[in-house]
């Protein structure tokens, strides 16, 4: 399978404890970005990385919230002392070809995180 | 700041019939519009998008899609609905991010 892979698929936390979350995009996608998606909404905009470069943040994300993409290949999100408002469907994207604002976005199958 | 809205919370069409799943958008630039569909327990997939051009866009599975500026709407149509149609339906509006709606919920019985 070549497309946007995501580990793990479900992870259950104890509030207060870190989880991280990997992102694996399609191999020749410079372009990535994370969205957080809950219960009955649509996906919401958390950060984008072009290359290893992170370039766009959004300002609801809590300063709890760090992602990596070290060498331009696969993500990593972090959620420091986690919150019962954490609980949610977070989904990796990536995207190559076009402008920025007109390409593709591929979506992975999201981790599911549950935090109690 | 770009935003998008989808009016209709669930849709249900019986098979064989047309369906319309309703977008409407707000931009301060130009619109680009896209359309994805989430299966349960999968990410969303790409069905289709606007960027310029002609505004009847068709995309993957049968689907198409009606861009019209005036009434700043982008909706979601297939002449005729499968069973396996029926899945969670997003439109997005894309300026600096991309925005999504909140989803609509198709249903398509036999």
């Known amino acids: 399978d070549t497309g946007v892979s995501q580990d793990p698929r479900h992870k259950i936390t104890k509030r207060g404890q870190n989880v991280t979350f990997r992102c694996d995009p399609i191999s020749e996608h410079n372009r990535l970005y994370w969205y957080r998606q809950t219960l009955g909404q649509g996906p919401e905009f958390l950060t984008y990385f072009q290359n290893e470069a992170q370039l766009e943040k959004s300002r609801l994300l809590s300063d709890r919230f760090s992602a990596e993409r070290p060498k331009g290949s696969f993500s990593t999100l972090e959620i420091q002392r986690t919150e019962q408002g954490d609980s949610a469907m977070y989904l990796c994207?990536?995207?190559?070809?076009?402008?920025?604002?007109?390409?593709?976005?591929?979506f992975g199958p999201g981790t599911r995180l549950t935090v109690l | 700041a770009q935003s998008v809205a989808q009016p209709e919370d669930q849709v249900n069409v019986a098979e064989g019939n047309p369906l319309t799943v309703k977008c409407t958008y707000s931009v301060s630039g130009n619109p680009y519009l896209f359309w994805y569909v989430q299966y349960p327990n999968r990410g969303l997939q790409f069905l289709l998008k606007y960027i310029t051009g002609d505004n009847l866009v068709k995309g993957s599975y049968g689907f198409e899609a009606e861009f019209n500026k005036s009434q700043t709407s982008f909706h979601l149509k297939k002449p005729s609905a499968l069973v396996s149609d029926s899945a969670l339906y997003f439109c997005a509006v894309r300026e600096d991010d991309m925005r999504f709606g909140a989803g609509t919920r198709l249903t398509v019985k036999p």
């Open positions: 994207a990536s995207s190559s070809r076009g402008g920025y604002s007109t390409d593709t976005q591929y």
